[in-house]
């Protein structure tokens, strides 16, 4: 009965021992959201935007935005798969894109026809450039019109 004891107690210490390891190195939201795609972070205190895409456009719901946290819901009501990118319009021009995708602020790849997703974002004032990216073979969907832009005001 004794040795019973020991091992119980042992094995107690053990598992003590790696939840508190695993405690010690837990991520605070701000270091989820560097290590995760931005869509998997969410923010009860963030405001919504519906944004819609659809061959061959991208219709968000205002076009004028105060800055702070934002969490754009964005729908595929198309046929084929898109993408949604968050950038500084200057990024990109419709000769340098093909092929380079610009330095996203944030970017949903890969949204199924019918799929909605969301991706949250802290938004300073600017212009910025909401986008699809995809090509295709020789179907390059920026090209077609895919890009829309927002104006964030303090």
């Given at each position: 009965m004794k040795r019973f004891r020991v091992i119980a107690v042992a094995l107690v210490v053990s598992l003590l021992t790696f939840v508190a390891a695993c405690g010690e190195d837990s991520l605070s939201p701000g270091d989820l959201h560097d290590?995760?795609?931005p869509h998997d972070v969410t923010d009860d205190s963030a405001r919504e935007v519906a944004v819609t895409l659809n061959e061959w456009s991208v219709s968000p719901a205002v076009a004028q935005l105060e800055a702070?946290?934002?969490t754009f819901v964005v729908t595929n009501s198309?046929?084929?798969v898109h993408?949604?990118?968050i950038s500084e319009p200057?990024?990109?021009t419709d000769e340098s894109?093909?092929?380079h995708e610009p330095d996203a602020g944030a970017a949903?790849?890969?949204i199924q026809p019918g799929e909605t997703q969301r991706v949250t974002v802290d938004l300073e004032a600017g212009e910025y450039e909401l986008a699809c990216h995809v090509v295709e073979g020789s179907t390059d969907h920026y090209e077609l019109g895919m890009r829309s832009t927002v104006n964030v005001a303090n």
């Open positions: 290590r995760i795609n702070g946290k934002t198309g046929r084929t993408e949604f990118v200057q990024a990109v894109h093909r092929g949903i790849e890969n």
